[in-house]
Nanobody
Framework: VQLQAFGGGLVQTGGSLRLSCAVS????????MAWFRQAPGKEREFVAA????????YYTDSVKGRVAVSRDNAKNIGYLQMSSLKPEDTAVYYC????????????????WGQGTQVTVSS
């Protein structure tokens, strides 16, 4: 399965962005999906995850209330809607997928997209 993240860009503090993750090669409905991000000089960290059916979602504390993860299995695409963006949200955002249980751990995801840059200016 191949993943491609897109939708990043430059936005001002308080702005919004919607990231998308297009999946090809297999049906997205088989996979739990997650978003991670990596800021310069920092480890890649968990942002949000959604179960294959969409009935469970997890968020890291720093984005709760500002970010919503969703998916459209019929279109084979996942989304990360981000609002009230802050400069500390600046990072490369990666989508990931796996058939195992929904997880916050990087090591639990076998399939990764190439990342999309999000830059929030102050």
């Amino acid at each position: 399965v191949q993943l491609q993240a897109f939708g990043g860009g430059l936005v001002q503090t308080g702005g919004s962005l919607r990231l998308s993750c297009a999946v090809s090669g297999r049906s997205l409905s088989s996979y739990n999906m997650a978003w991670f991000r990596q800021a310069p000089g920092k480890e890649r960290e968990f942002v949000a995850a959604i179960s294959w059916s969409g009935d469970r979602t997890y968020y890291t504390d720093s984005v709760k209330g500002r970010v919503a993860v969703s998916r459209d299995n019929a279109k084979n695409i996942g989304y990360l809607q981000m609002s009230s963006l802050k400069p500390e949200d600046t990072a490369v955002y990666y989508c990931a997928a796996d058939v195992r249980s929904i997880s916050r751990k990087r090591s639990d995801y076998d399939y990764w997209g190439q990342g999309t840059q999000v830059t929030v200016s102050s």
